[in-house]
């Protein structure tokens, strides 16, 4: 069974950090494009950061809003992928999902999250005082 779990979620204050873990079961993250995308209340879920498989190499993207902040990251020995945020703010408070991508379906990774096929079942962040 294919499965993606999340994890390092929490309660943290602003301008502190967290990393997330992406673990997978049942497949090789290696050989899948992963992205993070996360939803708050009320708003549409956001493509934040994806790094591409590593057929086509370490690429990354990541949104406007976290570029600077967050980090994406794979350990293939682990089958693991990271989500290192820092300098979080409150408006990054929401729920974090990871999600793969076979990484023969397109060429590099995207934020769009019609494009991932598998899906985690979340990690609530909360940035608050």
């Known amino acids: 069974q294919l499965q993606l779990v999340e994890s390092g979620g929490g309660l943290v204050q602003p301008g502190g950090s967290l990393r997330l873990s992406c673990a997978a079961s049942?497949?090789?993250?290696?050989?899948?494009?992963i992205g993070w995308f996360r939803q708050a209340p009320g708003k549409e879920r956001e493509g934040v950061s994806c790094?591409?498989?590593?057929?086509?190499?370490?690429?990354?993207n990541s949104a406007d809003s976290v570029k600077g902040r967050f980090t994406i990251s794979r350990d293939n020995a682990k089958n693991t992928v990271y989500l290192q945020m820092n300098s979080l703010k409150p408006e990054d408070t929401a729920i974090y999902y990871c999600?793969?991508?076979?990484?023969?379906?397109?060429?590099?990774?995207?934020?769009?999250?019609?494009?991932?096929?598998?899906w985690g079942q979340g990690t609530q962040v909360t940035v608050s005082s």
């Open positions: 999600a793969a991508s076979p990484g023969v379906i397109q060429p590099m990774c995207v934020l769009r999250g019609d494009r991932y096929t598998y």
């Open positions: 049942g497949f090789t993250l290696d050989y899948y494009h």
């Open positions: 790094i591409s498989s590593s057929r086509t190499g370490p690429i990354t």
